[in-house]
């Protein structure tokens, strides 16, 4: 503690209000307070904090307050300065989906469903969550093929009748714009659409049966058949969501899981009664943290730009009524906050937990398969090659050419097993004629190891720690003596193609991996990147090459024109593309120079 905070310390109101840890001006938590003086001080004068403040309190070397009138104030506050700053020891909320809603407006004349992110307090009615885009398109695909409301953005009624469009003609709308229905008959479709979607489906089974039932008996078996499916479609979708013993109101729940470093929250959406859908949150570094304060960081995260559900039930509280009264203002009405310990709510929290624990351990099994494949790849590859240290950068290289022409060479960059696409460079291979990989090997990897001994530090290259070279001891020998004449020494190796054999400077024999094993897979993905990186950039010059030689070659186009016509369309293949009426427009080109033009180049399209 310094003294610019032992005193700020000293000068603490007894006051709501909100606090701002620094770091070298730099805001690095933001909390709120009941009382300023009391819970600021805690910091300081405790010897008891979680693993997180622990790990924060060291780097605070300054802090700011801003007092405000009510405990509800500060936490607005508190919601906004995290919101603008993402200070890093705060909870923050790094999901930025909005899941979708169907709304519908019955003031409207003619009401369309429409799908929206974000709920406005307009009048109109909304619908959902949908957990994610499949769900609101079978939704949209089975209200479209029973009720047939209209899906254009006219603007009705319209006082003089239109043609209908073809969703009239195949039974998906009512025909309004066509002055096919009146108002009413149409809001009757509306009223059966809001039903459904409130989940009184049973009826709506009932008459699509007895439809069916009448079609079959007309023999009209492919009417019959679309019926039969849109029953089984509206029974699969509503088996799909899990009845609930609850009075059938709208609930969010809320629970959390933790382990000894992050946690999980797991977020279910009950509607009418049925659980429509939920998702699962991580929150590093939160694996110590009180389960409560977890909770209220994330809520008011989570609800910033979202609509509270009537009932919000959480796994742990400690609230004296503000968060609840923040949450009414975010819905714009009645909101209840509960911590349930018994009953029928009690075991959708612990639904919610099981699904949070469950999504944790799902998180960490992925993070260590991650590990395994980069980090522990590469360290299972120095153990394989007999590296003294793991290999953080490792560099691949390969060489591209067709028959001896555009030869380039690539540079792949893999940082801690994994690829780091801004470090990767291309070579134009300038000293050797022919197809003649190794001695373009020998350029390449002279080239590259003099600009890490550049004398000019803002030109020199980083050193990398093992380089990979596409072929065998033949490609090795001349990439290694390439880069000892440069003056480096770092270790090398080379993969060949045929069996996958890892070959070593002076050594008679390949190293052979497991074919499962980690290593082997972390250096086939740089080989084969390497190639692909390679092979892609000559393809490109091979490509330019071609229409350039073309665009030499036709009569009437000298190097002024040619400087003209690259300087006007930036790339060949603009060149390429352009129309006679665009050649002429260049400056010195004239209509039969752009005509000649234009045939040469299209010359294979006839």
């Known amino acids: ?45 405790s010897q008891e904090h979680t693993p997180k403040v622990a790990a924060m309190l060291p780097h605070v070397d300054d802090l700011d307050i801003v ?50 992110r974000r709920v406005e307090n307009d009048g109109a009615l909304y619908f959902g969550p949908y957990i994610g885009a499949n769900a609101v398109r ?53 009223d059966q ?35 039969r499916d849109a029953i089984r479609d509206i029974m699969g979708l509503m088996e799909q969501q899990n009845v609930l013993q609850t009075r059938g109101g709208e609930q969010d729940i809320l629970a959390v899981s933790q382990d000894s470093l992050d946690a999980m929250v797991q977020v279910l959406f ?32 989570f ?24 949450l009414r203002s975010k819905r714009d009405g009645a909101v209840d906050l509960v911590m349930p310990l018994r009953g029928s709510k009690r075991e959708l929290v612990e639904m919610a937990r099981k699904n949070a624990a469950d999504a944790l351990q799902q998180r960490n099994a992925n993070a260590q398969f991650k590990l395994e494949r980069t980090r522990g790849a590469a360290e299972e590859l120095a153990r394989a090659l007999d590296l003294e240290a793991m290999p953080r950068r490792i560099e691949g290289f390969d060489i ?99 069996m996958e054999e890892i070959w070593l400077p002076n050594r008679d024999e390949p190293i052979m991996l497991d074919r499962r094993s980690a290593a082997l897979h972390l250096i086939q993905r740089i080989r084969d990147e390497s190639h692909r990186f390679a092979i892609t950039h000559h393809r490109k010059l091979r490509a330019k090459h071609s229409l350039r030689s073309r665009l030499e070659e036709v009569q009437g186009i000298g190097p002024a024109r040619r400087r003209a016509l690259l300087a006007h369309f930036r790339t060949m293949r603009a060149v390429g593309e ?15 120079a752009a005509r000649a033009l234009y045939s040469a180049l299209h010359a294979t399209e006839q």
């Not at 509270?308 to 503000?322: F, H, K, M, Q, Y």
């Not at 072929?471 to 193609?497: I, N, T, W």
């Not at 352009?578 to 039969?592: D, H, Q, R």
Request: hydrophobic share 35%; charged share 25%; proline share 6%.
């Open 67 to 116: 007092i405000c009138a009510t405990n509800l104030e500060a936490l607005i506050l508190e919601c906004n300065l995290i919101k603008k700053h993402k200070p890093y020891y705060n909870i923050l909320l790094k999901d930025d989906k909005h899941y979708p809603y169907i709304r519908i407006d019955k003031r409207e004349a003619f009401p369309r469903l429409n799908i929206t």
């Open 193 to 227: 659409v809001i039903s459904f979607l409130r989940g009184q489906y049973k009826p709506i089974v009932a008459r699509v049966q007895l439809q069916m039932q009448s079609a079959a008996q007309q023999m009209q078996y492919e009417k019959a058949g679309e019926l």
């Open 303 to 326: 609800y910033e730009d979202r609509r509270p559900a009537r009932e919000v039930i959480v796994s742990a509280l400690r609230d004296d009524g503000t968060m609840e009264a923040w």
């Open 400 to 498: 591209s050419n067709t028959q001896g022409e555009q030869s380039v060479a690539s540079m792949v960059v893999f940082i801690d097993g994994e690829p780091a696409k801004r470090e990767y460079r291309h070579f134009r291979i300038k000293t050797v004629q022919g197809a003649n990989d190794f001695q373009s090997m020998n350029e390449v990897l002279f080239r590259r190891f003099m600009r890490a001994m550049a004398e000019d530090e803002k030109e020199r290259w980083p050193i990398p720690d093992l380089v990979l070279v596409d072929g065998g001891p033949e490609q090795l020998h001349f990439a290694r003596s390439a880069m000892l004449e440069a003056g480096a020494d770092v270790p090398m190796f080379g993969l060949a193609k045929r």
């Open 1 to 45: 503690m310094n003294e610019t905070i032992r005193t700020k310390l000293n000068m603490l109101p007894d006051s709501p209000g909100c606090y701002l840890m620094k770091e070298q001006g730099k805001i690095i938590y933001v909390g709120k307070a009941v009382n300023l003086k009391n819970r600021v001080r805690s910091y300081f004068h």
């Open 138 to 190: 079978q939704v949209f695909g089975l209200l479209r093929r029973i009720y047939p409301l209209r899906t254009c953005n006219l603007k009705l009624p319209l006082k003089t009748p239109v043609r209908p469009c073809i969703n009239y003609e195949i039974g998906q709308c009512l025909g309004p714009c066509a002055h096919k229905c009146t108002q009413e008959e149409y809001h009757q479709v509306v």
């Open 578 to 592: 352009a129309s006679i009426e665009e050649l002429s427009c260049v400056k010195g080109m004239t209509e039969p």
């Open 270 to 301: 009950v509607r009418s009664g049925k659980m429509i859908g939920g998702d699962a949150y991580a929150l590093p570094r939160e694996g110590n943290e009180p389960e409560a304060d977890v909770l209220e960081g994330f809520l008011t995260q």
